[in-house]
């Protein structure tokens, strides 16, 4: 852990098919409903056999999921940077205004836009799209990663 409390290097996990199907275990053995995910391995190119594994689950409209707490479902909430459990009974689920699925679809082209401009023929890249609880910014430039090293 780098001196500002976030990660500044990191070791990988060692890949194998053993580790996809714990993966798929866990989450089919704690989640309902069930989801429709892919587990990917992303190898460290400079540590062969070891990368990340990465869990890849689309928007599903039967969210949202519950996870096995006790004896019981839970359904948590992000609250910053930690999650927070909701009463036993699932948050009632409310159809998409307009304005936020507009919203949802410009970020999706965007995102392919972006994608269809990355040159992946000599690099791998990890693609994060994010949608926040609250509303704000945060601008992802070299400048601010640069004030963001020099603290």
Do not use: W
């Amino acid at each position: 852990m780098g001196d500002q409390a976030r990660a500044d290097e990191f070791s990988g996990v060692a890949l194998s098919d053993g580790e996809v199907l714990r993966v798929r275990n866990i989450v089919a053995d704690l989640v309902y409903p069930l989801l429709t995910f892919d587990v990917r391995q992303i190898e460290d190119l400079n540590q062969p056999g070891r990368g990340m594994v990465v869990i890849v689950e689309p928007r599903r409209p039967s969210a949202p999921h519950g996870v096995l707490v006790n004896e019981g479902l839970g359904y948590l909430r992000r609250n910053g940077a930690s999650l927070r459990q909701l009463d036993e009974s699932p948050p009632p689920t409310r159809a998409a205004s307009p304005r936020r699925q507009a919203r949802h679809d410009d970020l999706i082209r965007y995102e392919r836009d972006m994608i269809s401009h990355l040159d992946t023929s000599e690099q791998a890249f990890v693609v994060f799209t994010l949608v926040t609880d609250l509303s704000g910014g945060l601008t992802l430039d070299t400048k601010s990663l640069r004030a963001c090293h020099q603290g």
